[in-house]
């Protein structure tokens, strides 16, 4: 049985169950037991197995970045006695308290008769073999001009004050001031941000890890990350702050991630209720709950942008609803990936039958009988509009951004996917979203352009 898998178990154990097997270890043994890193850490706190010179530990909160940070300083000092460490935090307060006092910090986690002697006044630890670790704050930058260090541990880089540059110039004094031993090494933990520093680094040369606030759920309390699941899960501050993406605005994008989350409403804000008296009142997403606030629809529709093959890219499915208040609601992205089309006929056909919708309009450029008749295959009173793209994939959305960027657009819930291609549509024309082909953003496209900018009959004198 390996470290991990012997972690695992003992985390699972009841705590008297757990407290009896430490129990009857002897008192040298529960020292080696309790402060043995390598048995408790998971895989990705280690250190990478490559040659690094910059460590970058970019993940979700809770996942036990600073852990990770600390126990290498710990490691590195008490088995080298010239190591010169810089701790580098935000400011002088969160490098005390987080990075030396914390739960996780240096003192915290060294065995009791190896424990460093903490100087607050000197801003200095040192231990007994002779290493030292000075503290330094990322807001005064001109700190970091002259020491000299042999090591770096950075701590949330991604809040570093830096209105006047200060967080860049703290990040380059330090990198200069690494002269000392023969391996320089330099580790930076921080949650993700679109900052300059965290950009740079991550398209550098550093070393990531990556990881999610999930992936530390043995010593999480159940409550809070089904809290934070169902507040945030799949908005970009839960992407951001619980699975560690590092998400940027793409440049010239049509529409921007602030934009989006200022059309967001959540699943429990809207229910799927036909304004139609020959609709029943039965027919409600099994997503959205009864709430003081209820919208009726008139119309549901299913943008759907077929793949060109089985093998290709993803058919795009959204369902969007135009309710009474004039509004367009984006109410499921049920799209399917590398699927044939009696795959993807049925995921259209569930979708019209779950949301009860009116009409599935289908971009007909790819075989245009052959789609219509492989959905009508799947549900045979299934309404289909085919629609021909005339206009590329960007003339085609530049219409739909602007509802959004006017209010008219809400999305209900979060839906990753489909955000992170229309944020990569560009304007002009270009796409530098994932994969190949915005196929979620076309169906949006289709969708809400049917609810909101189709021709309308208007009475006419003669």
Not at 39 to 64: K, Y
Not at 353 to 367: H, M, S, Y
Not at 403 to 428: K, M, Q, S, T, W
Request: proline content about 6%; overall charge neutral; glycine content about 10%.
């Amino acid at each position: 049985m390996n470290d991990a898998n012997a972690t695992e178990i003992l985390a699972r154990l009841k705590p008297r169950d757990r407290n009896l097997f430490v129990s009857r270890l002897s008192r040298i043994e529960q020292q080696e037991f309790l402060y043995r890193w390598p048995f408790w850490a998971r895989p990705e706190q280690m250190p990478p197995d490559c040659d690094w010179s910059i460590w970058l530990i970019m993940a979700g909160r809770g996942f036990g970045k600073t852990r990770a940070g600390a126990e290498w300083v710990r490691q590195i000092a008490e088995g080298d006695g010239s190591a010169r460490f810089a701790l580098v935090g935000a400011n002088y307060a969160e490098t005390r308290t987080v990075m030396v006092e914390g739960e996780s910090g240096l003192l915290s986690i060294a065995p009791p008769k190896l424990r460093p002697v903490w100087e607050p006044s000197l801003k200095r630890l040192t231990w007994q073999n002779g290493a030292q670790a000075h503290l330094y704050s990322a807001a005064e930058p001109e700190g970091l001009r002259g020491p000299q260090h042999s090591h770096g541990w950075c701590d949330e880089i991604a809040k570093w004050m830096n209105n006047a540059g200060q967080a860049e110039a703290a990040w380059d004094n330090l990198k200069m001031g690494l002269r000392l031993g023969i391996r320089p090494q330099l580790v930076a933990t921080t949650t993700p941000r679109p900052v300059p520093l965290v950009r740079a680094l991550a398209g550098g040369e550093a070393a990531i890890t990556r990881g999610r606030t999930q992936d530390n759920d043995l010593h999480l309390p159940v409550a809070f990350l089904t809290a934070m699941t169902a507040d945030y899960g799949g908005t970009r501050l839960g992407r951001q702050e619980l699975d560690g993406e590092l998400i940027e605005d793409v440049e010239g994008a049509l529409w921007t991630r602030a934009t989006i989350e200022e059309c967001r409403v959540g699943r429990d804000a809207v229910r799927v209720e036909r304004s139609r008296d020959t609709a029943p009142r039965s027919n409600r997403s099994p997503d959205c709950a009864r709430d003081e606030r209820e919208i009726g629809f008139a119309r549901i529709v299913i943008g759907v942008d077929p793949p060109a093959s089985a093998r290709g890219d993803a058919c795009g499915i959204i369902v969007a609803g135009l309710g009474r208040d004039g509004k367009a609601y984006v109410l499921a992205d049920a799209s399917v990936e590398k699927a044939s089309p009696e795959t993807w006929a049925r995921k259209v056909a569930d979708a019209a039958d779950r949301f009860d919708a009116d009409r599935v309009i289908a971009e007909a450029n790819q075989g245009g009988a052959m789609v219509k008749s492989v959905l009508q295959a799947a549900k045979i009173s299934l309404p289909v509009k085919l629609v021909h793209a005339a206009r590329g994939k960007v003339a085609r959305a530049e219409p739909v951004a602007a509802l959004y960027e006017n209010g008219r657009v809400h999305h209900v819930g979060a839906f990753p996917e489909l955000e992170d291609e229309i944020c990569g549509l560009l304007v002009g024309g270009g796409y530098e979203g994932p994969g190949r082909s915005p196929d979620r953003a076309d169906a949006l496209v289709w969708a809400l352009t049917e609810l909101m900018l189709g021709r309308r009959r208007e009475p006419r004198v003669w």
